[in-house]
């Protein structure tokens, strides 16, 4: 059970992010959702889900790092853009991570720490910020990974339309497809679920 203090810290870390990036908070909202059903249909605990609940939606804390003129660039990034963005990961790291004062230890803070830095690593290796692969990867992030993209691919950007939960879906298998993007077995059970991520996906948008 998080206190009061743990959550009213929580969201405001959510508010400095969304200062950023007005998207950023409907983003975190369905990000904390999808996770949540994500980690039940998995039969984990249901202390882990709520954990999931409240950290997943810090996974982009770091882009408060990130220089303006590339965080919010009206287009696709360059080269040298991405490998800027992709520091983000450790930088929200070091934000949620206890800071070498054990005192300061929290449980669900080094939960959100992990996923901050390992949203981004992919199945088969080739993701970043460490380039862990399969079981390496904490489950956390794996979780995430799929969350993320499936909210990327089903909301418009400057340089992309959004695609609707079908498309978004054969993106995800056949372009990135589980065994190089995603864990095989918790992308199986991602599609088994697709209609839970579909009503949350439109529930956000009333």
């Not at 040298?80 to 803070?109: M, Q, R, V, W």
């Amino acid at each position: 059970m998080l206190n009061i203090d743990i959550l009213e810290n929580l969201r405001r870390l959510n508010k400095v992010a969304q200062a950023r990036d007005e998207a950023t908070g409907k983003h975190t909202q369905r990000i904390a959702a999808y996770c949540k059903l994500l980690t039940k249909a998995l039969h984990l605990s249901n202390d882990f889900a709520n954990d999931m609940f409240f950290a997943a939606p810090m996974h982009d804390i770091g882009k408060v790092g990130i220089p303006d003129n590339i965080l919010l660039k009206p287009g696709k990034l360059t080269p040298d853009e991405f490998e800027t963005i992709k520091f983000h990961c450790e930088i929200g790291y070091k934000i949620l991570n206890n800071s070498g004062n054990p005192g300061a230890k929290n449980d669900i803070f080094s939960l959100a720490a992990e996923i901050a830095l390992t949203h981004h690593e992919k199945w088969d290796g080739s993701g970043y910020p460490n380039g862990l692969r399969g079981n390496n990867i904490p489950l956390s992030g794996r979780i995430t990974i799929i969350a993320d993209v499936f909210d990327a691919l089903t909301n418009g950007r400057v340089y992309k339309p959004a695609y609707s939960t079908c498309e978004s879906v054969r993106i995800m298998r056949d372009e990135m497809s589980s065994g190089k993007a995603f864990d095989p077995d918790i992308f199986t059970i991602f599609i088994k679920n697709i209609d839970g991520f579909d009503f949350i996906k439109e529930k956000q948008r009333k």
